[in-house]
């Protein structure tokens, strides 16, 4: 895989395609810390290192080019996914999470893209990261927390 992928790049190897309206043109950050995407946020595990484990049931699989979906959107329409080139990432999941946020961890040794037919990709630079469903207050009366909907 080249240094800088443009959003044309990572659909014509990963097959996920996008939206019309995105620029396919454009290059695609990689971050190497905390990033969102909709209604996923990805944290460097360090940071949630004590409060997302593993357990007996999780499993560490390698993440192919053609990805792994994530998480659906809220009415079961499109899917974030994570792709990477062969070798370059695994994924590991479930994990246990009091919280109820966490979907897994990701090691990622070379680069991974998170990509959304709506939102398009973002990169994860080489780390390992906790992938999870971000929350936000509402705007009802308590400011309860909910979990954000994409």
Not at 76 to 105: F, K, M, Q
Not at 107 to 123: F, R
Request: hydrophobic letters at 40%.
């Amino acid at each position: 895989m080249k240094a800088r992928q443009t959003l044309s790049d990572i659909t014509a190897w990963s097959g996920i395609d996008v939206f019309d309206y995105l620029d396919r043109e454009m290059s695609v950050p990689v971050v190497d810390g905390p990033q969102a995407q909709g209604d996923l946020i990805v944290v460097p595990h360090a940071t949630l290192a004590d409060v997302v484990t593993c357990q007996p049931w999780t499993r560490t699989v390698p993440v192919p080019a053609s990805g792994i979906e994530l998480l659906r959107s809220a009415a079961g329409g499109n899917p974030h996914s994570l792709v990477a080139d062969e070798g370059a990432c695994t994924w590991t999941g479930p994990v246990a999470d009091p919280r109820g946020l966490a979907l897994g961890i990701v090691e990622v040794t070379g680069v991974a893209y998170l990509i959304h037919p709506e939102h398009g990709a973002t990169g994860i630079a080489p780390g390992r990261y906790v992938i999870g469903r971000q929350r936000e207050r509402s705007s009802g009366l308590y400011g309860a927390a909910q979990l954000v909907a994409d």
